[in-house]
């Protein structure tokens, strides 16, 4: 005769799933595996073996975790990178880990284990990905999590460090939240010369407030050269053109203001290590 199974069944089998999962008796745990808080979900014991990636804290793993593995090579080599503020496949690079599937893979892995965050950033005509590291990623990783000089979100930072290097590389000194005389703070000043402009990320809507960093970035002196206006998401573009040439209709803006898409004027780093 088939015998039915019970609630109890059921929460016995996960009870004991967890244990062999996670290495722990999670049955006293507050918070369930889908819950948004990503440092509070227990970490799973992970043990690497045959790890080629050679970083000062690699972490073991088994082959069931494979692809978890590949995520934590990925985000080890992405905070050991001079520059650690990369694209998803230049750090992937970094750790060796090859073909968009694999890849793919261990990008699911990463979010299902909550040790990253994905975003975009819009370039030409398609977007391009980065991870966030979160607290649980770093401490997986046995690292502190940094703190960085630029104010905003994750995207708003990439964005903010990665201009800065890029244009560093054609010999303008960046400045981050550079202080104007009446107190405004740019996101960030690239100077050379007689030469300055003004960078400000657009990260989040409405695009109207961009205004008023325009009004404050123009309100007496120095005035830049020129002023960039950097939309994460390409949606943002023709909207906030369209609000600057509404906002500058019947008079000169003392300065060229553009628009452009973040991912277009950062270029690749020419020094990884």
């Known amino acids: 005769m088939n015998r039915k199974i019970s609630m109890r069944d059921i929460e016995r089998i996960s009870k004991e799933s967890a244990r062999i999962l996670y290495g722990a008796d999670v049955a006293d745990q507050s918070c369930s595996p889908n819950t948004e808080d990503y440092d509070s979900v227990p970490i799973p014991q992970i043990r690497m073996a045959n790890s080629e990636f050679t970083g000062p804290s690699v972490i073991d793993i088994d082959q069931s975790n494979l692809q978890l593995a590949n995520a934590l090579k990925i985000i ?28 793919q893979s261990a990008e699911k892995e990463a979010l299902m284990a909550k040790v990253i965050k994905r975003h975009e950033i819009a370039k030409a005509k398609t977007n391009i990905i980065l991870w966030e590291i979160t607290k649980r990623g770093y401490a997986m990783i046995k690292r502190e999590r ?4 630029s104010k905003g979100d994750y995207r708003h930072k990439f964005c903010v460090y990665r201009i800065a290097y890029s244009f560093g590389q054609q010999g303008l000194r960046p400045t981050f939240e550079y202080r104007r005389p009446n107190g405004k703070l740019v996101d960030l000043l690239l100077s050379k010369d007689n030469e300055s402009i003004y960078v400000e990320i657009c990260a989040s809507y409405p695009v109207e407030k961009e205004l008023v960093n325009i009004e404050k970035n123009l309100d007496g002196p120095p005035t830049p050269t020129a002023m960039y206006f950097c939309v994460t998401d390409r949606k943002m573009k023709n909207s906030l053109k369209q609000v600057l040439q509404d906002f500058s209709s019947g008079f000169s803006l003392p300065c060229p203001v553009e628009v452009i898409l973040a991912g277009d004027i950062i270029g690749p780093l020419e020094e990884i290590r």
């Open 146 to 149: 940094p703190k960085w000089k």
């Open 76 to 103: 080890e080599a992405q905070t050991n990178n001079t520059t650690p503020f990369l694209f998803r496949s230049e750090a992937a690079g970094l750790a060796n880990i090859k073909g968009a599937a694999t890849l």
